[in-house]
């Protein structure tokens, strides 16, 4: 102990300790810095900028376009089609999937028996893959074979019909968030405090209003998270159609990140796709700015 | 007392109803996976039956030895494993040591490199899928470990969380690591990385569990059969000409299996983990 004072008094020492001071915060943070910057920043940036270049099949901009490929984009039918179906989808899978496990939650989180055992298996479609779930939906949903078409007594070709697609896509999706929006609701409801629910008791309030006049307020915070969550997964999905649709029948599930996809990897048509990343952004971006004007005035922050 | 008697009688009532409610509930939600599980102990004739059925006649283990020996599934398991446990140290570490960073030291502009971050998470990564391919492969890093790897690395929610966690450690730790003349980098280790144990399990869970289920990424950067991960193998395991439900189901199950366990086992550590990461401003 003495022998370090005695070292960090020399001046030169001194002198390198406190520019170790201030470049250590630094060396935390860097590696941080560095992979957000090279995964996030950068091609967010290069993304927009390379938007208005024209693109070659290795993906190299080339020549300064314009708006050329937002022209090219905007005359597309398609892409207009893949608007419609990814706020269609959004509309379908959002408001459902929250309530659903907005109810769940609820409901386990209510003291009863075997609640242990249920908050594990509202948990446990979160530890499902989109993959997994897809290869069982298309089993399930099957219109010949499948036992849901069996059970609810219709023949309806969920993934085959241009009118069902979208629509089987949705309860996939719907069934498929119920762990993660479980999760954050339960977490959620779980440290709402005590002593209000007490007080409330004490005023003779039931279940149902405990529920509406207490905990829901206390947890909008939480819901808004995952509205917005929700909203951005809604109007990015992708995955399922990779698996399941691959954008048909006649482009009833072509999504918007499908698209991008596949003008991208399958047509080489990289300006395109560069150019519809950049609408994407600008679609969710206003949809995320009207959402925050709604938090003003629907959540309550304790 | 009377009180107390008023709500041991109100929940005797509603503790059984809300129980019944709550295991149906249970019951419909797993019904998926319940039906995958059944179907993957069925011969393909049986599944090609009508009226489907629920409750395989025999316990048929052909689609499991299809599986487990007619494809690289091994292999993808594997695949899977490393790049799960590798992009999740290397998140942890990166994650807590900018937290550490947040929580505890002073330097410029701290303010404006923790939102910059933070404000990452707002901008959809699916749309910059291209770009990220693009940068990926210009590395040569297409069909290799790192390749599959390296954007996981850095995730600025999980900095979030530990930062949150973090902050609700007291200042007194450090004045006094502070005093008996501790450097940052022992404090750092020995101190707040024991405290921080809960959060960095839950943490830990819930990465690998979200890269063990990766799907989008992995697909597009490998492009031999031997670097494919688990889930998109399994997808693979039918064609567009021909559906192999059975074997199919078989794979789903073999896949299910070590996140249900995990998920099963740590229920709580998910929850906690979730808990210390929310928004308290």
Partial sequence: MQQMSAVSHTPVNKKRQQVFQRIEPFLYLIPCLFFVALFVYYPFIKTIINSFFFINKEGIAHRFAGFTNYIQLFQDKTFYVAVKNSLLYTLMVVPSSLLLSLILALIANKKSMLNKVSTVAFLIPMAVSVSVAAMIFNLLLNPTIGLFDYVANISIPWFTDSHYALGGLAIFNIWLSIGFNFLFFTAAIRNVPKDVIESADIAGANWIQKTIHIVIPLISPTLFFLFCMAIIGGLMMVSPVLVLTKGGPDLSTTTLVYLMYTQAYQNGNYGYSFALSVVIFVIVGTLLALSFKFENKGVYYG | ?281
């Fill in chain 2, 1 to 281: 007392m009377k009180k107390h008697n008023g709500t041991m009688e109100k929940k005797g009532k509603s503790y059984y109803i809300t129980g019944i409610i709550t295991i149906i509930l249970a019951i419909i939600i797993l019904l998926p996976i319940i039906y995958c599980f059944f179907v993957s102990f069925m011969a393909e004739s049986e599944i090609n039956s009508y009226p489907p059925k629920f409750i395989p006649k025999s316990l048929y283990f052909g689609n499991y030895i299809q599986v487990l020996c007619g494809t690289l599934l091994g292999r993808f398991s594997i695949n899977s494993i490393i790049l799960a446990l590798f992009a999740t140290v290397a998140r942890i570490v990166i994650a807590c040591t900018s937290a550490f960073a947040f929580s505890f030291l002073d330097f410029p502009l701290k303010k404006f490199f923790f939102f910059l971050i933070l404000a990452s998470m707002v901008i959809p990564g699916d749309a910059l899928i291209v770009t990220n391919y693009l940068t990926v492969t210009s590395f040569n890093l297409m069909d290799t470990y790192l390749g599959v790897m390296i954007v996981y690395f850095s995730d600025a929610m999980y900095m979030f969380m530990l930062r949150q966690y973090m902050k609700s450690i007291p200042p007194d730790f450090r004045d006094a690591s502070v005093m008996d003349g501790c450097g940052n980098f022992r404090f750092f280790t020995s101190i707040i990385m024991p405290i921080c144990k809960p959060i960095t399990i839950s943490v830990f869970i819930s990465s690998f569990v979200g890269l063990w289920n990766a799907y989008v990424w992995p697909l597009l950067i490998t492009n031999t059969p031997e670097m494919r991960t688990i889930q998109v193998g399994i997808t693979m395991l039918s064609t567009d000409e021909n559906t192999a439900f059975g074997a199919t189901m078989a794979g789903a199950i073999i896949v299910l299996i070590p996140t249900i366990v995990i998920f099963v086992l740590f229920k709580e550590k998910i929850i906690s983990g979730v808990t210390a990461g929310s928004i308290k401003g």
